[in-house]
T-cell receptor, first 112, second 116 residues
Framework: SAVISQKPSRDICQRGTSLTIQCQVDSQVTMMFWYRQQPGQSLTLIATANQGSEATYESGFVIDKFPISRPNLTFSTLTVSNMSPEDSSIYLC?????????FGAGSRLTVL | GENVEQHPSTLSVQEGDSAVIKCTYSDSASNYFPWYKQELGKRPQLIIDIRSNVGEKKDQRIAVTLNKTAKHFSLHITETQPEDSAVYFCAASIFGSGGSNYKLTFGKGTLLTVNP
């Protein structure tokens, strides 16, 4: 299965600041997916990141709030901008590996 | 868009008993239905999946059934063990070529507790 590394694993942030989460995969993949899991809740797709093109955002998520970069086929970043306590969640990177969606360990953000 | 309902939200069973979790979906075009297990503080991990061209799939103590007409699918765990305790998520998507792959819509999850 894919090896997906996410950084940071957790962070505590102040309201109004921004934080960038990094996702590194051990081999090249076409699409990378960013999910959000709010405390005790299910997983919601934020956006799909393709290398060389703009990310595709799901309903309720906008580029200004969650800018995404995809500079190459093994790396992506998700920025959570102008954070508020409602952004406290686990953010998970995921990739398709052998027709299975595999998740990273997640980045747990707490916004005070 | 797709909507996935999952029941029950919590389930407590005795070790050795069976556990059943049920999901319904709204989009008749959905054709891929995975189940993920998430232990406390860990990432979701795929435990079994089924595609719409089959009605049932088994893997040791785990089985999934799919009723396309009724648009529901279920996870069955037999001979439950304490290590089966976790949150289980069902999901649905339209699996095919192109960018719609793995645009998974997840259910809200079921917290399964297996009591020794």
């Amino acid at each position: 299965s894919a090896v997906i590394s996410q950084k940071p694993s957790r962070d505590i942030c102040q309201r109004g600041t921004s934080l960038t989460i990094q996702c590194q995969v051990d081999s090249q993949v076409t699409m990378m997916f960013w999910y959000r899991q709010q405390p005790g809740q299910s997983l919601t797709l934020i956006a799909t990141a393709n290398q060389g093109s703009e990310a595709t955002y799901e309903s309720g998520f906008v580029i200004d709030k969650f800018p995404i970069s995809r500079p190459n086929l093994t790396f992506s970043t998700l920025t959570v901008s102008n954070m508020s306590p409602e952004d406290s969640s686990i953010y998970l990177c995921s990739v398709d590996r052998v027709n299975v969606l595999t998740f990273g360990a997640g980045s747990r953000l707490t916004v005070l | 868009g797709e909507n996935v309902e999952q029941h029950p939200s919590t389930l407590s069973v005795q070790e050795g008993d069976s556990a059943v979790i049920k999901c319904t979906y709204s989009d008749s075009a959905s054709n891929y239905f995975p189940w993920y297990k998430q232990e406390l503080g860990k990432r979701p991990q795929l435990i079994i999946d089924i595609r719409s061209n089959v009605g049932e799939k088994k893997d040791q103590r785990i089985a999934v059934t799919l009723n396309k007409t009724a648009k529901h699918f279920s996870l069955h765990i037999t001979e439950t063990q304490p290590e089966d305790s976790a949150v289980y998520f069902c999901a649905a998507s339209i699996f095919g070529s192109g960018g719609s792959n793995y645009k998974l819509t997840f259910g809200k999850g079921t917290l399964l507790t297996v009591n020794p």
